[in-house]
């Protein structure tokens, strides 16, 4: 079974490579060619009154309690009643209180700075009492103005002094619009580092952190990584991907939540994968590791197809750590379940050790294309015993008897604060593991997950 699955997979891998490849980028540096993308730019339904509301309370802002004279509402319904008239992030219109006047954090600003909250029709040579401007003041104006000119710059993308796809030099550097986001940005405040503010307010208030074990895929290019040691590491084949993982694990997110992570090892191969050193050594890809195949006579053994082995330039087979080799006492070192044909229990024996498993759960979710093998109750005493099967990371899981739902990551259990936060993260309520208190209890409890806004 496993044998006939790696071959699968391996010619897969040759077919999607160029398919699937992620884009990469620098993680958490600002490009001002993309400062935001497209999508978190109008994602209008990113925030409720509530949750605009809460933000600010959150932040202990001034603007959480200010209710505008003119317009007799509270700053958080303004946000939020432009955010959906022109279809505008509100996320886009707090960060933009903040960079022009600091609005959300000061804790007792002046009435210029409320009277022109957005910065909208100020600049540099303007005086704020030219009469032509004063329609603009106010807060509520100031807000309507910013969200309404947000949205006719995003519309008219080859407009307004800057063009999608063009290159302007802007404060002495090099600018190509990549996007009507940028473009958008780029008319409504014409300098590098005011944008490069926005930048940085943006990834500190609303760019989600999630947690190891985490696959997310980003919403622009299509690319899907592995959250591991806090870094983003991309598959680069559909391969690599299904070797290990399905897509209804996948989380979409925006360029920008994957910008945070720095970036990590790629994954290149299928898990099992054969490779082969222009030297001859012949390896077996198991976690990421190489693992030497130490003669013929235990790759025929073992059952490996030689039409499966995948030849790389030295420099590649370098750059994959080494694990131990698999010897002729490597027994089943691709792991296989075993039951015992007298108690009926399931063990995973991997490299001579066997992994008792606690639940259907467990099983069904780690070997879900493994073949059961019945075997004898001596043939099972051979292994030495290891560490009972846990849940991979990456996994949700909750316990028959209580409601509380966690996420594992680095092998411990992190409860999900609410429904809202699970919903917020993108998590998906069908891929939820209902399994025993027992399987539960191999997981330490970690912190509480929450998501970010």
């Known amino acids: 079974m496993l044998k006939n699955i790696t071959a699968?997979?391996?010619?897969?891998?040759?077919?999607?490579?160029?398919?699937f490849a992620p884009f990469i980028s620098q993680a958490g540096v600002f490009n001002p060619n993309h400062i935001i993308s497209d999508y978190e730019f109008t994602d209008y339904k990113s925030m409720t009154f509530d949750d605009i509301y809460n933000f600010l309370k959150k932040k202990n802002s001034y603007l959480a309690r200010f209710v505008d004279p003119q317009s007799r509402m509270l700053a958080a319904q303004i946000i939020y009643d432009n955010s959906q008239l022109y279809r505008i992030n509100p996320k886009v219109l707090l960060v933009t209180l903040q960079k022009e006047q600091s609005l959300i954090t000061d804790p007792n600003p002046d009435q210029d700075q409320l009277d022109w909250a957005t910065g909208y029709g100020i600049c540099d040579s303007c005086s704020k009492k030219d009469p032509k401007l004063?329609?603009?003041?106010?807060?509520?104006?100031?807000?309507?103005?910013?969200?309404?000119?947000?949205?006719?710059?995003?519309?008219?993308?080859?407009?307004y002094g800057f063009s999608v796809g063009k290159t302007y030099t802007i404060d002495g550097?090099?600018?190509?619009?990549?996007?009507?986001?940028?473009?958008?940005?780029?008319?409504?405040?014409?300098?590098?580092?005011?944008?490069?503010?926005f930048y940085k307010i943006w990834q500190d208030w609303f760019t989600q952190n999630y947690p190891d074990g985490s696959i997310l895929q980003n919403i622009s290019t299509g690319g899907i990584y592995l959250i591991q040691n806090g870094t983003k590491r991309p598959f680069t084949s559909k391969a690599a991907f299904l070797s290990r993982y399905s897509f209804d694990k996948v989380i979409k997110v925006s360029p920008e939540t994957l910008d945070s992570y720095p970036d990590g090892v790629p994954?290149?191969?299928?898990?099992?994968?054969?490779?082969?050193?222009?030297r001859g050594t012949v390896y077996l890809i198991v976690d990421d590791m190489k693992r030497?195949?130490?003669?013929?006579?235990?790759f025929r053994k073992i059952g490996f197809n030689p039409e499966e082995i995948i030849d790389l330039p030295q420099e590649e087979i370098d750059s994959i750590p080494e694990g131990p080799p698999i010897t002729i006492k490597s027994i089943y070192p691709m792991g296989a379940l075993l039951q015992d044909k007298t108690?009926?229990?399931?063990?995973?024996?991997?490299?001579?050790?066997?992994?008792?498993?606690?639940?259907k759960e467990l099983m069904n979710t780690n070997f879900p294309n493994y073949?059961?093998?019945?075997?004898?109750?001596?043939?099972?005493?051979?292994?030495?015993k290891g560490s009972p099967v846990k849940f991979k990371d990456g996994e949700i899981v909750k316990s028959r008897t209580k409601p509380t739902v966690y996420f594992i990551s680095n092998g411990y259990k992190r409860p999900i604060a609410s429904v809202k936060d699970f919903e917020k993260l993108g998590f998906k309520w069908e891929n939820i593991i209902t399994t025993d208190d027992k399987s539960l209890s191999l997981h330490p409890t970690g912190e509480v997950l929450r998501a970010e806004n």
């Open 8 to 19: 699968k997979l391996t010619i897969t891998a040759v077919l999607f490579t160029y398919l």
């Open 134 to 159: 004063q329609k603009y003041k106010g807060f509520t104006n100031q807000v309507d103005y910013a969200a309404s000119a947000f949205r006719l710059f995003y519309n008219n993308p080859y407009k």
């Open 173 to 197: 550097q090099r600018v190509t619009v990549a996007n009507r986001a940028t473009h958008a940005l780029y008319v409504y405040t014409p300098h590098i580092q005011g944008n490069k503010n």
């Open 267 to 278: 994954i290149k191969y299928a898990q099992y994968s054969l490779v082969r050193s222009p």
């Open 292 to 298: 030497g195949i130490a003669s013929r006579e235990v």
């Open 343 to 359: 108690t009926g229990g399931v063990w995973y024996v991997k490299d001579g050790v066997k992994h008792p498993i606690w639940s």
């Open 371 to 384: 073949r059961i093998i019945p075997t004898d109750p001596e043939e099972l005493d051979q292994y030495a």
